[in-house]
């Protein structure tokens, strides 16, 4: 007899368990001399989402000093309305030809605005890289804060974390600077008009507040070994019918040909509106919805904005690092060798194709937790 792996969950407890130091280095609120600072994150959806709450924090710890934001093209329509922020910039640092182009021009507006604090939520190889060039060229603010203890920050926290969940990784560098951890969800700020386009949407379709379920059940591209599966999303959609609640796919361009081929198996009682959405329209439906099962994708932390019950189903990747931070959230994952392999292909799938949605019942909102 086969012995099948153990269902694994996780919650807040388990992936926001690191310790942080609460050593102040340098207690930036309490310097009137800074009057605008500049935030840099670029990174994935999921963990833009993630970064608004550090960003809330900022905010409130100085009220009196104007914010701008540096982040990617595909994120600036998160901000648009956005009240914490004074200007919301943008560089595609991400295209081939013309890199070295978009280099200087985000380098030429950071010296342009005169920042006297830059805070580096992104820290990666490219984001200290234009800062070490800020410094080289002599046009570095003095007080420069990133996630990490290294050049070129000059403001280091007295701890790495580098194991940890991404939001405790930005909560360490916050407080080292004498910011108080405050917020601990993501913030956004939900234009009237976004708001009112998700509810016609809802209407058209019949579906009342509290009468459906969003499934999420893509991934990005580059990340289809995180998918649960059409199959098993299907089969998953009949548990629900038989509750007397219709399903809502949602998702972006990657995931369109995942939701068809779930809608056309259910075609009277499941309502595609993958790539129908704005991206600030995902939370306000997912607000009305009386649960969420999602894979782990960028689409899963925008919903978990809200606080709707969800289920993030894992395989290769760790849930104690990418579980949506919140109290209604729990991620699951299959007890196998290879879990959290983050391979972008694999010959069997395990971690998935062994989730059986008989198995995941378990674990949805709603079922008593293991």
Same mark, same amino acid.
């Given at each position: 007899?086969?012995?099948?792996?153990?269902?694994?969950?996780?919650?807040?407890?388990?992936?926001?368990?690191?310790?942080?130091?609460?050593?102040?280095?340098?207690?930036?609120?309490?310097?009137?001399?800074?009057?605008?600072?500049?935030?840099?994150?670029?990174?994935?959806?999921?963990?833009?989402?993630?970064?608004?709450?550090?960003?809330?924090?900022?905010?409130?710890? =100085?009220?009196?000093?104007?914010?701008?934001?540096?982040?990617?093209?595909?994120?600036?329509?998160? =901000?648009?309305?956005?009240?914490? =922020?004074?200007?919301?910039?943008?560089?595609?640092?991400?295209?081939?030809?013309?890199?070295?182009?978009?280099?200087?021009?985000?380098?030429?507006?950071?010296?342009?605005?005169?920042?006297?604090?830059?805070?580096?939520?992104?820290?990666?190889?490219?984001?200290?890289?234009?800062?070490?060039?800020?410094?080289?060229?002599?046009?570095?603010?003095?007080?420069?804060?990133?996630?990490?203890?290294?050049?070129?920050?000059?403001?280091?926290?007295?701890?790495?974390?580098?194991?940890?969940?991404? =939001?405790?990784?930005?909560?360490?560098?916050?407080?080292?600077?004498?910011?108080?951890?405050?917020?601990?969800?993501?913030?956004?700020?939900?234009?009237?008009?976004?708001?009112?386009?998700?509810?016609?949407?809802?209407?058209?379709?019949?579906?009342?507040?509290?009468?459906?379920?969003?499934?999420?059940?893509?991934?990005?591209?580059?990340?289809?070994?995180?998918?649960?599966?059409?199959?098993?999303?299907?089969?998953? /959609?009949?548990?629900?019918?038989?509750?007397?609640?219709?399903?809502?796919?949602?998702?972006?361009?990657?995931?369109?040909?995942?939701?068809?081929?779930?809608?056309?198996?259910?075609?009277?009682?499941? /309502?595609?509106?993958?790539?129908?959405?704005?991206?600030?329209? /995902?939370?306000?439906?997912?607000?009305?919805?009386?649960?969420?099962?999602?894979?782990?994708?960028?689409?899963?932390?925008?919903?978990?904005?809200?606080?709707?019950?969800?289920?993030?189903?894992?395989?290769?990747?760790?849930?104690?690092?990418?579980?949506?931070?919140?109290?209604?959230?729990?991620?699951?994952?299959?007890?196998?060798?290879?879990?959290?392999?983050?391979?972008?292909?694999?010959?069997?799938?395990?971690?998935?194709?062994?989730?059986?949605?008989?198995?995941?019942?378990?674990?949805?909102?709603?079922?008593?937790?293991?």
């Amino acid at each position: 007899m086969t012995v099948q792996p153990r269902l694994m969950q996780y919650q807040d407890a388990d992936c926001l368990s690191a310790t942080l130091d609460h050593t102040i280095v340098r207690d930036l609120p309490r310097d009137p001399a800074i009057k605008r600072i500049l935030i840099i994150k670029w990174g994935g959806m999921g963990d833009i989402v993630i970064s608004t709450a550090i960003m809330q924090d900022i905010y409130l710890a =100085f009220p009196q000093s104007e914010i701008h934001l540096n982040t990617m093209p595909a994120w600036q329509s998160l =901000f648009a309305d956005d009240p914490r =922020f004074s200007k919301v910039w943008c560089v595609n640092l991400q295209q081939k030809p013309g890199r070295w182009h978009a280099y200087r021009q985000w380098l030429a507006e950071v010296v342009t605005r005169q920042y006297d604090l830059i805070i580096d939520l992104q820290t990666n190889d490219k984001s200290r890289g234009l800062i070490t060039m800020l410094r080289l060229m002599g046009k570095a603010p003095a007080l420069l804060l990133g996630n990490h203890p290294r050049f070129p920050y000059t403001i280091k926290q007295p701890q790495s974390l580098p194991q940890a969940h991404s =939001f405790q990784i930005m909560q360490q560098s916050l407080l080292c600077a004498g910011i108080a951890l405050r917020t601990d969800a993501p913030k956004l700020h939900i234009a009237p008009s976004s708001m009112a386009s998700a509810e016609q949407r809802l209407a058209q379709h019949g579906l009342q507040s509290k009468s459906f379920v969003v499934f999420l059940c893509g991934s990005h591209a580059s990340g289809r070994t995180k998918r649960w599966g059409v199959q098993y999303y299907a089969a998953l /959609v009949a548990h629900y019918l038989q509750r007397g609640e219709r399903v809502v796919l949602l998702g972006g361009r990657d995931e369109a040909d995942e939701c068809l081929a779930i809608a056309r198996q259910h075609p009277q009682q499941v /309502v595609n509106l993958c790539g129908q959405t704005s991206l600030l329209e /995902v939370p306000v439906i997912c607000a009305h919805a009386t649960a969420i099962v999602a894979n782990d994708t960028g689409t899963a932390h925008l919903a978990a904005a809200t606080q709707t019950p969800m289920t993030v189903i894992c395989g290769p990747t760790n849930p104690r690092r990418v579980k949506p931070p919140g109290q209604h959230v729990l991620a699951v994952q299959l007890d196998l060798p290879c879990k959290n392999c983050y391979a972008k292909q694999c010959s069997h799938h395990s971690c998935m194709q062994q989730l059986s949605p008989q198995r995941l019942l378990s674990s949805l909102p709603g079922a008593p937790h293991a």
